[in-house]
C-alpha cells in the first residue's frame, strides 16, 4: 500500500479512512484487519464528534510508533483544535515519527506550515466558508481538502440530498481531492452516491465506528465491501 495519501486518492475509485477516537494502537489494529486505507490520529484537539481530549505528542509517542511500524499506509495528524496549540517542535515529532500527512482547519493552520516538508498537506473548512471564495488550491502544495462543512449541532444526523449537493458543488470548486468526514451518520448505502458527487475518500470517525474494536471493524468491513462494490 502506498503510503502517499495523494497517490491513494489519485489511484483510487473511493478511498476509506478512519479518524480514530482515541491515539490506540488496539483500535488502530482493528482498522488494519479490516481494510482501512488511511488512518488519522489527534493531538491537542478537544473533539466535538468523539467527546474526547487530545494531548500533546509525548503522551502518545509509543502509540503513535506502534501503529507506524505495523501500517504501511497513509498516516495522518490533526495537530491542533487553534493555531495557537500547533507547535513547530512537535511538528518536528510528527514528521520524525513517519506521519505522511497532516489535516488542520484552514484559519488555525499557520503559514509557515504550507512550507513544511517533507509531510503532505491537507486542509478543512467548516459550514462559515464559502465555496466559491476557494477555487484552486493546488499550486499552494495542498494534496486535499476535508469537507468539514456540517454545523456541530447537527453532528450525527443523517445524510440528505441536501449535503450531497453541496459535496458535489464544493467538488466543482475546487482543483484537489474532496475528502468527506463522517459528521453525519453515513449509512453503507450512501457509498454509491457520495461516490457520484466526486468526492475520492470517505472519513470513518466516532459517529460511525464507535468506541470500540468490534464497532471499529464492524463500520469498517462494512464500508469496504460497499466502496469494493462501486
Do not use: C
Amino acid at each position: 500500500m502506498s503510503s502517499s495519501l495523494k497517490q491513494l486518492l489519485e489511484k483510487n475509485k473511493l478511498t476509506l479512512i478512519v479518524s480514530l477516537p482515541e491515539n490506540r494502537w488496539d483500535l488502530a489494529k482493528a482498522a488494519i484487519q479490516s481494510g482501512v486505507d488511511a488512518i488519522k490520529l489527534h493531538v491537542n484537539v478537544e473533539h466535538r464528534a468523539s467527546g474526547n481530549h487530545f494531548g500533546p505528542v509525548q503522551v502518545y509517542e509509543e502509540a503513535f510508533r506502534s501503529i507506524r511500524e505495523e501500517f504501511s499506509g497513509p498516516l495522518g495528524i490533526v495537530p491542533g483544535g487553534s493555531y495557537e496549540n500547533i507547535k513547530r517542535s512537535e511538528m518536528d515529532q510528527i514528521i520524525d515519527i513517519g506521519f505522511n500527512f497532516y489535516s488542520v482547519y484552514a484559519h488555525h493552520k499557520p503559514s509557515w506550515m504550507v512550507q513544511l516538508d517533507p509531510i503532505e498537506k491537507t486542509f478543512a473548512i467548516s459550514n462559515e466558508y464559502q465555496f466559491s471564495q476557494l477555487g484552486s488550491v493546488k499550486h499552494l502544495g495542498v494534496s486535499a481538502l476535508e469537507a468539514s462543512i456540517v454545523p456541530g449541532e447537527e453532528y450525527g444526523s443523517p445524510l440528505t440530498f441536501k449535503d450531497i449537493l453541496a459535496y458535489h458543488a464544493l467538488v466543482q470548486n475546487v482543483d484537489v481531492p474532496v475528502l468527506v468526514p463522517s459528521q453525519r451518520k453515513i449509512e453503507t448505502f450512501d457509498v454509491p452516491l457520495l461516490y457520484r458527487t466526486g468526492i475520492k475518500a470517505i472519513m470513518l470517525g466516532a459517529i460511525v465506528v464507535g468506541h470500540t474494536e468490534e464497532s471499529i471493524k464492524e463500520a469498517i468491513s462494512a464500508f469496504r465491501e460497499a466502496i469494493d462494490s462501486l
